[in-house]
Structures are given as structure tokens and as C-alpha cells.
């Protein structure tokens, strides 16, 4: 499975911005897509998870309000629109899908098979 994400740039808080992220190869395997974060000199942080054919989502304690996470099932896509962006929100945000086995908790990286390549998310004052 390949993943590839795209929508950062450069924003001024306050603004919106969504990503995009779609999959391709094998992604009949792919059962929860989701993003995850990760400053500079900080840990990859959780943001938010979506069950592929489900309903279900999932989102980090930090972004509960203002991140929404969606999806396409028919294309395997899946997408997070970031309202009111603040400076602590400036990272690069990662894609990753998991296959459904559970080997770990869905807001770990450790649960994640596979990973994007990122897209940078920049905002300024």
C-alpha cells in the first residue's frame, strides 16, 4: 500500500486548510486510515483515525474541535480539514493506514502498517 498525501502550505492562523491523502496498491487490506503529527523536536503525535467502511473516527485530545477527518471509501482517500489553525499546529502531517489486525491501540504510531511521506503544514502571524 502506498500512500500519498498533499494540501500543506504555508497558512496564517486562523485560516482553514484541508489534506488530502490517497491510497493505492493494495488497499483492499486497508481498514482505518488516519493523521498523525509531528513537530519540530517534538514526538509524532495522533491527530485523528477513520474507519474505512465504517463510521467510526477517532481524534487526539488536541485537535477534538477544530480538526475533522472524512473519507472516500470508493477511492480509498481520506482527508482532514484544520479550521481555525493555530501556531502549534505547524508540523508535518502523515498519512498512515493499518490493515486491522489490533496489534496496537489505533492512536499509536506502533498500530500504523503503513506511512505517507508527510506534507508540511506552516502557519504564520
Known amino acids: 500500500v502506498q500512500l500519498q498525501a498533499s494540501g500543506g502550505g504555508l497558512v496564517q492562523a486562523g485560516e482553514s486548510l484541508k489534506l488530502s491523502c490517497v491510497a493505492s496498491?493494495?488497499?483492499?487490506?486497508?481498514?482505518?486510515m488516519g493523521w498523525f503529527r509531528q513537530a519540530p523536536g517534538k514526538e509524532r503525535e495522533f491527530v485523528a483515525a477513520i474507519n474505512m467502511g465504517g463510521a467510526g473516527t477517532l481524534y487526539g485530545n488536541s485537535v477534538k474541535g477544530r480538526f475533522t477527518i472524512s473519507k472516500d471509501d470508493a477511492k480509498t482517500a481520506v482527508y482532514l480539514q484544520i479550521d481555525s489553525l493555530k501556531l502549534e499546529d505547524t508540523a508535518v502531517y502523515y498519512c498512515?493506514?493499518?490493515?486491522?489486525?489490533?496489534?496496537?491501540?489505533?492512536?499509536?504510531?506502533?498500530?500504523?502498517?503503513?506511512w505517507g511521506k508527510g506534507t508540511q503544514v506552516t502557519v504564520s502571524s
Open positions: 498512515a493506514a493499518e490493515d486491522g489486525d489490533g496489534h496496537a491501540p489505533l492512536n499509536s504510531a506502533e498500530a500504523m502498517d503503513y
Open positions: 496498491g493494495r488497499t483492499s487490506i486497508v481498514f482505518n
